[in-house]
């Protein structure tokens, strides 16, 4: 389905917008401007959290949002299961060449996490208690 709407190049990780048929729009002005504005452009717009983090790439299509690299991943390795989630091997969300793609578990997902700017530890997991005045370490594997 999504190969009507782009083209992946694998060496930038970047989708491209395709030529679209003039059926799939109202009006013939719309599809020209389409085709002389967007066809073979990059898709896409690079997203942050609200800390100022890169987040995602975020794709619009029929007025929807569609992550990036989940489109790339079912481009070229068909529908995600249900109950899995697509994770960046090297916690890049903006890089989406499919090397860097994984299918794995929320709990996987979540073991890949950078480590938050508010720690001053420089490890995961490892948190100064204020209270107590120690380094407390948390790890916590399948509940």
């Known amino acids: 389905m999504w190969n009507i709407y782009f083209t992946y190049d694998a060496s930038s990780g970047h989708l491209t917008w395709n030529a ?51 489109i790339i991943w079912e481009m070229c390795n068909g529908p995600i299961p249900d109950g899995m989630e697509i994770d960046h091997v090297d916690s890049d969300p903006w890089n989406n060449r499919l090397p860097n793609l994984r299918l794995c578990t929320h709990s996987q997902n979540a073991c890949n996490r950078r480590r938050p700017s508010h720690n001053t530890s420089g490890y995961k997991g490892v948190l100064w208690n204020k209270k107590r005045l120690v380094w407390q370490a948390r790890i916590r594997v399948a509940g």
Do not use: C
């Not at 609200?50 to 949002?65: A, Y």
């Open 20 to 70: 679209m048929q003039r059926e799939d729009f109202k009006s013939e002005g719309l599809w020209k401007r389409w085709q002389t504005y967007f066809t073979g452009t990059v898709a896409g717009s690079k997203k942050m959290n609200k800390s100022g983090t890169p987040h995602s790439i975020e794709v619009r299509l029929n007025k929807k949002s569609h992550p990036a690299h989940r």
